[in-house]
């Protein structure tokens, strides 16, 4: 299998917005709670942690927050006209972007070191051997 190469481009479901990833993510997380199972139509989203500095977005985006259980603000930046969810973060944290990278062109580098909120997990789904699962939010 080819290596990765950098820089991975992404965009939403219409090409509306673009972008592109400059640098591996510092981590990739598999998130098992119910707001994720919505937010991606599927049992689990995928969140790669990146630096705001390692990616490059083009074209227009809409915000949405909310509270996290954490009490975290969670603040959600979307597509206006396909509505394909782009990337999450906390503006007391704008260094760091949780970006939904299911959009990138290669998205080996999504391959999650953790799962999170498996006690929300759908019951079908079986954490492969040796990775790392948490109860809720580590
Ligand atoms: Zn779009
Ligand atoms: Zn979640």
């Not at 993510?25 to 689990?44: D, G, I, M, N, R």
């Not at 080996?108 to 953790?114: D, E, G, I, T, Y």
């Amino acid at each position: 299998m080819a290596d990765i190469q950098y820089p991975i481009s992404g965009s939403c479901q219409c090409g509306n917005v673009r972008y592109e990833l400059l640098s591996p993510p510092k981590k990739v997380l598999a998130c098992h709670c119910k707001e994720c199972q919505k937010l991606s139509t599927s049992a689990f989203s995928l969140t790669a942690f990146v630096s705001a500095d390692s990616v490059r977005f083009e074209g227009e985006l809409l915000q949405w927050n909310r509270m996290a259980e954490s009490g975290n603000k969670s603040y959600a930046k979307f597509c206006p006209r396909c509505g394909n969810r782009i990337y999450h973060f906390n503006p007391d944290q704008p260094d760091e972007l949780k970006l939904k990278a299911a959009n990138l062109s290669d998205t080996r580098v999504l391959q999650p070191q953790a799962h999170i909120w498996v006690s929300q997990k759908q019951d079908w789904f079986q954490i492969p051997e040796g990775v790392a699962q948490f109860d809720k939010q580590p």
